[in-house]
């Protein structure tokens, strides 16, 4: 598999404490990576490093291939857009202006891409309108055009739907999902919101303290958030003998829990278990999601 982006036993830190503390990622390409880490668990401080806003302090990550530390990762770099926490937008400028203000900074030759980033963003009828009279969705899309102009085929996206009402994250999303399928850019998003993540999301990298947890892809997150069934039982190792006795899959949660993988008939269970003296406490049927996979690996509390 062909990378954009790997890091390789990353670190930065602050004087003592330690924001990335050997992280170690691939971004393979064409993708929607999802980045999930609670707060302060260094997912911004990695982008920064990437965008060559900082130096790590030790490790490396190579960019297309190329290493940090080559005079060439410039180019490398000439090929990501990010829009990092709120985008840079002039308030007092229309949405044309505003791309075309970018296009000046980039020194770009001429202004012929602007229509169609603006169609791209869904914002080609916003006309006369100065950007601080649109919806915080228009500003986004607005910010992630902006990104856009220099033609990047590595897009990095540090909360793109936050703050957004339910339409301004339907038409965010639609966008994303565009640039990806249409124009095969790669996305690395950061995002609290798992559920929309989810929808987007081909890989995932779940990062804890600095560190990667677990980096998967979506198809694999589908086959661990597997559907199961929890029972709670008086007899815990009743139930896992008839378990055995009927070829099911499971795993013991607690003294009194297992999850049961497979679909089974649960009258039969039922009985094979009242033979055997053990009562069904509770039975209810679980689907985890990434916020409880999530969970299940860097633990509840504080947000994520
Ligand atoms: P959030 O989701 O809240 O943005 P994050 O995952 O992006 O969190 P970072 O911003 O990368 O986290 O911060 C990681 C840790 O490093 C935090 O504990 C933060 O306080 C600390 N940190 C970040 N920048 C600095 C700095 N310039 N000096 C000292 N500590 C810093």
């Known amino acids: ?20 503390d050997g992280l170690t990622m691939r971004v393979p390409k064409g993708s929607v990576y999802g980045l999930v880490g609670k707060n302060g668990a260094g997912k911004t401080t990695l982008l920064r490093l990437i965008c060559g ?14 290493r940090n530390d080559s005079k060439d990762i410039i180019q490398s770099r000439r090929r990501i857009g990010a829009m990092v926490e709120t985008p840079s937008v002039y308030m007092d400028m229309t949405a044309e202006d505003n791309l075309k203000q970018q296009y000046l900074i980039l020194g770009l030759p001429s202004y012929d891409g602007i229509p169609e980033l603006l169609e791209l963003s869904g914002l080609e009828k916003a006309g006369k309108k100065k950007a601080k009279h649109f919806s915080l969705g228009m500003k986004q899309r607005l910010g992630i055009a902006m990104a856009l102009a220099s033609e990047p085929d590595f897009l990095i996206l540090d909360e793109p ?40 999301a081909t890989h995932y990298g779940i990062i804890d303290r600095g560190r990667m947890v677990k980096e998967l892809s979506a ?3 589908n086959t661990a958030c597997r559907k199961s069934m929890r029972m709670e039982v008086s007899d815990i190792a009743a139930l896992t003998r008839a378990l055995d006795a009927m070829n099911l899959e499971y795993q013991v949660i607690s003294d009194t829990t297992a999850d049961v993988f497979a679909r089974m008939s649960v009258t039969q269970l039922v009985m094979a278990l009242a033979k055997e003296n053990c009562e069904v406490l509770s039975l209810r049927e679980r689907v985890e999601n990434l916020e409880s996979y999530f969970i299940s690996l860097v633990g509840g509390g504080g947000e994520c």
């Open 219 to 221: 198809e694999e997150l």
């Open 53 to 66: 806003l900082q130096k790590p302090t030790s490790g490396s990550f190579q960019l297309y291939g190329i």
């Open 1 to 20: 598999m062909e990378y954009v982006l790997q890091t390789n036993d990353l670190k930065k830190s602050y004087k003592s404490f330690q924001a990335l």
């Open 161 to 200: 739907v936050n703050g957004l009402d339910p339409q301004g994250i339907v038409e965010t999303r639609e966008m994303i999902l565009n640039l990806n399928r249409e124009r095969q850019i790669t996305v690395l998003i950061c995002s609290h919101i798992l559920d929309e993540l989810s929808r987007l």
